[in-house]
Structures are given as structure tokens and as C-alpha cells.
């Protein structure tokens, strides 16, 4: 990415319209009287300048820009790229930066990362577990302070107290817990899944299990036709069970060109309009045809 120092007047820069960072009241009062002491903005915001429409949009920094012109500094400096950016890596490199320091709006973080649709921006927006988890459960609206009016509760436990109570809350969150189904697996399946995740996170430097699990899920996809071993015996070139044998394990790809497609799929309708075979058994033309293959001899 291609970066430039820029310098010009706050107020020519387009603050975002939906920013999962938030700043309480008097933090940002805080830094309003820091600027206006100052004079100057000592940390720089990121922009992007869209060249089609001639719009410096603030990716980071939109809490400092604002703070600036309320200050009535008339003058700051920012990093400025003008590289053609998606939707998707623009939302990536905002809440990237926004993991670094501050807090996160939990409504408004869920709302920008679904929004992300490629999985290695996902990576690179750098929400971890914890993150997630609470993003998962997440169903309200903003929980800025704007929409909020509510006080703080301090519980403090005497020592001998803590563990008791602790105990009581874990407890307590393992009855709220609920699940739509419940997997049973053998201890090393467990830890054969742990050890994959392990290895997708490091390999692709991720935090989160979410997404080193999206990185598994892709690299079987990829290699499912190594999957032809579980049905089929190599060696005698017998079926190893009388169950079904999944299309991408025989194909060894999950579609084929439409034109390709089109010829067989007009040979199995004039094989069912023949009464060859079944319509819910089209399957045995496939076969019908590699057998008569195999029975011809070589040219």
C-alpha cells in the first residue's frame, strides 16, 4: 500500500458514518483541552482518498479529526493512501486500528465485521476469541453511552469468599448455556481437532478460533479428494462399504462446465423418457457408461 504525508484543514476530511469506537464523555472533553493547549494534533490520523468522488475518508483517527476542529486547529497532518480499496478492506483496516487502543461499540463492531467478507481481511482485522464469543451472543442495540443510562456496581468478596462465589458463577453460566445439538468424539479426536487448530492459527497468524477454523475448513475443501480412499479399495478397485460415495470424492471437483453439464444432463433425461433407468436412479447411466467403457479395448 502506497502511503503519503498530507497536511490541510480538518474540516475537509469525511468522518465516518458508522465507527464501532467510541470514547467517553470526558475522555473526549480530555482530549479537546489537550489540543486546544497544544495547538497541534501530535498523532496522525489514516485516510483514504477515494479519487473517484474526491473524498478523504478517515479510517482511523475520526475521534482525533473531530477533537482537532472542535479545538479550532485549522491545520493537521495525516497518512493518506489513495490505493483502490474495497468495502471490505477498507471496514478491515478501520477496525485493525481500532484493536490497537480504545473501546469498541459491541453493536456497531458486530454490524462492521459481518460486513467483511473475505476470510483473510478477517484475519487481518485481528478480533480475537473473546472478541467473537461476544459478538456471537450479541443481540441488543448500541450500547454507546448515548443510548445507555445506567451506574456501576463494585461487589468485593472477603478472601475466603472469592472461590465459593466464583464457583457459584461458573455454575451459574454453565446452566444459562444452550445448544441446539451436543457432539460426543474420543479424547484423541479432541485433541487431533485442537492440534489442527493450533497449526491453521499459527501457519495464517490468527487469534481467533473462528477463523483458524475457517482455515481448516477451506484446506479440506480443497484436498476432499483424498476422501476417494474411505470408499473405495485402490487396490482391488472394489467398494470398501455399501453406503454413498459423495461426488466430489469421484469428480475430484464440486462442478463441471455447464457445457459438459448441458450433454449429460440431455442424455439422462432420453435415458429416464426411455425407461432405461429410474429418474430417482439416474446414477446407473453413469455407471452403464463406464462399464461399457472399460469393456472396450484400447485403440
Known sequence: MKIDIRTGDPRGLKLLDLNARFMRH????????????????????????????GDRIVLSGNHRTKAAMEAGI???????TSDPLTESQRLAIQLSHNSI????DPAILKTLYEKIDDLDLRQYAGLDDATLELLAELDSPSLGEANLSFQT??????????????DVIKDALALSASADAAWVAQLRQYDQTMAALDLASKSYDVTNVATALGVILNAFTANAAQLTEGWLDQETGEPRHHGMAPLLTLFHTEAIPTKAAAVVERALQHAVARGDVPSEHRHRMLEQWARTYLDTPAA
Open 101 to 104: 487502543a480504545g473501546e469498541d
Open 26 to 53: 470526558e475522555q473526549y472533553q480530555q482530549l479537546v483541552s489537550n489540543l486546544r493547549r497544544d495547538e497541534v494534533l501530535t498523532s496522525t490520523p489514516f485516510v483514504w482518498h477515494d479519487v473517484e468522488s
Open 74 to 80: 485549522e491545520e493537521i497532518t495525516w497518512l493518506e
Open 153 to 166: 456496581l463494585a461487589i468485593v468478596f472477603l478472601p475466603d469468599d472469592l472461590k465459593d462465589a466464583q
